[in-house]
């Protein structure tokens, strides 16, 4: 079974910092691109970050500057590290990556993602 693990979250103080962690396991040929989204109480999901397998970024408006997204290819990991948070960015993280899973490759690419992990920045 193909698994994300996600790692990194927690409580943070405001203009604190952060490193969420996202793991891939299992039966995977490849994995394409990665994403970190996040949603918040009453907010609707949206994309915060992602990377491409040939290393291209995105960023939603409101954390570039402040977040970077990089990956592992090696690990087939993906890493979000979180700079100077801010209480709007309170929201449970999750992790999604577009893979071809099994051995051969043969399998069309498919969405996987994480169990999501709380990132709560308050004093």
């Known amino acids: 079974q193909v698994q994300l693990v996600e790692s990194g979250g927690g409580l943070v103080q405001p203009g604190g910092s952060l490193r969420l962690s996202c793991e891939t396991s299992?039966?995977?040929?490849?994995?394409?691109?990665m994403d970190w989204y996040r949603q918040a109480p009453g907010k609707q999901r949206e994309l915060v970050a992602g990377?491409?397998?040939?290393?291209?970024?995105n960023y939603a408006d409101s954390v570039k500057g402040r977040f970077t997204i990089s990956r592992d290819n090696a690990k087939n990991t993906v890493y979000l590290q979180m700079n100077s948070l801010k209480p709007e960015d309170t929201a449970v993280y999750y992790c999604?990556?577009?893979?071809?899973?099994?051995?051969?490759?043969?399998?069309?690419?498919?969405?996987?993602w994480g169990q999501g992990t709380q990132v709560t920045v308050s004093s």
């Open positions: 999604k990556a577009d893979l071809i899973p099994g051995y051969t490759g043969s399998a069309f690419s498919h969405d996987y």
């Open positions: 299992g039966r995977i040929f490849s994995v394409n691109a």
């Open positions: 990377i491409t397998s040939g290393g291209k970024t």
